[in-house]
């Protein structure tokens, strides 16, 4: 069984930084691509970073320049390095891991962490 498990998120003042990690566990071989995605109150969920395996990264335009996501594929990692927050970054935030292969042989589509907490104050 594969799992994401989220840590770092918190309270923050506004032009703070805060910087969220993710490992994925279980007998993986591969994860194509892992990122993070948020969900504010009354909002749909985004996607606020992605990085595949070779390096490749997108964002959210509202947060180039200011957030930083990063990989580690041999570990099965992904940070997101988040810099001058606002208040309307404030959300709930997930990680994501998208085409997971496992040893056994087995794919997963698709995985979700279990949501962590940023609250940027004004």
């Known amino acids: 069984q594969v799992r994401l498990v989220e840590s770092g998120g918190g309270l923050v003042q506004a032009g703070g930084s805060l910087r969220l990690s993710c490992t994925a566990s279980g007998s993986i071989s591969s994860i194509n691509a892992m990122g993070w995605y948020r969900q504010a109150p009354g909002k749909q969920r985004e996607l606020v970073a992605r990085?595949?395996?070779?390096?490749?990264?997108d964002y959210l335009d509202s947060v180039k320049g200011r957030f930083t996501i990063s990989r580690d594929n041999a570990k099965n990692t992904v940070s997101l390095q988040m810099n001058s927050l606002r208040p309307e970054d404030t959300a709930v935030y997930y990680c994501?891991?998208?085409?997971?292969?496992?040893?056994?042989?087995?794919?997963?589509?698709?995985?979700w962490g279990q949501g962590t907490l940023v609250t940027v104050s004004s």
């Open positions: 994501n891991a998208k085409d997971t292969i496992v040893w056994i042989g087995r794919r997963y589509p698709e995985l």
């Open positions: 990085m595949t395996t070779g390096g490749s990264a």
